[in-house]
């Protein structure tokens, strides 16, 4: 009877060791979608508007402390559209961009919260009915999130905090990651 008891208990133990995130080692791919929210006010200018964005990810977790995770993470992100009034013209605001990030988060069983910072390489379109402009530039990116993690998959929620030179970008989302 021992003997099964202590078997059953290494089985049910070496099953569930997979379900934390710390020990996934490994390189991830994943994707989010959800809302970003760009605002900028200057010389009579306003844009203060939000629509569907998405991104796209890649990574690296190191896992090499158990309940910890540190990783490594660029992305690709369009914040789709927004207009707005400046000077009394209406435009409407492209922007897309590149973002490296580090990672690191803490691991309570299957679910997680992580940190970020980073910085994000952007391209942005500023189109009128007269004239369209475009700007580039690197500014500072940096986020929190939740995750929930079975085995190599993983379910995200995110919240990323970016500015664009004078214009911020808020930007929830809700995505998933694959580790291999």
């Not at 979608?33 to 009579?44: A, I, N, P, R, W």
């Amino acid at each position: 009877m021992k003997k099964t008891l202590l078997a059953s208990t290494c089985l049910i133990l070496g099953l569930a060791q997979p379900a934390f995130a710390g020990d996934e080692t490994g390189f991830y791919l994943g994707g989010s979608v959800g809302s970003s929210q760009l605002s900028y006010k200057g010389d009579g200018s306003s844009i203060d508007d939000d629509d569907v964005g998405y991104k796209v990810f890649a990574g690296y977790n190191f896992g090499l402390i158990p309940l910890i995770n540190l990783a490594v993470e660029g992305s690709y992100v369009d914040f789709g559209s927004q207009t707005g009034d400046i000077l009394g013209d209406s435009y409407t605001l492209t922007s897309t961009g590149l973002q490296g990030h580090a990672l690191a988060g803490v691991n309570l069983g299957p679910v997680g919260l992580f940190a970020k910072a980073g910085v994000m390489n952007w391209d942005s379109k500023l189109k009128g009915d007269a004239e369209t402009t475009n700007e580039s530039g690197s500014d500072p990116a940096y986020g929190v999130g939740a995750k929930f993690q079975l085995m190599s998959f993983q379910l995200r929620a995110e919240y990323e905090r970016l500015q664009l030179d004078d214009a911020d970008v808020d930007f929830f989302s809700v995505g998933a990651a694959y580790t291999f």
